[in-house]
């Protein structure tokens, strides 16, 4: 699965779809719409997540 719904990619990092929805919302999370739908890559979402251990790490 190369693209994912809403939906899946709360799953897929462990928030609900309000969180996820907010940080799209604030821009704090890469995806994009078709229409009024969003959507995210699990590419996109991989490399997000490493960048977030990295801050969390580096915060020590």
């Not at 940080?23 to 078709?34: E, M, T």
Request: charged share 30%; proline share 2%; net charge positive.
């Amino acid at each position: 699965m190369s693209t994912m719904t809403v939906k899946q990619a709360a799953l897929y990092i462990g928030a609900s779809e309000y969180k996820l929805r907010e940080l799209v919302r604030d821009k704090n999370i890469p995806a994009y719409r078709i229409g009024s739908k969003i959507m995210f890559r699990k590419t996109s979402l991989d490399e997000w997540i490493a960048k977030q251990e990295e801050q969390n790490c580096a915060g020590k």
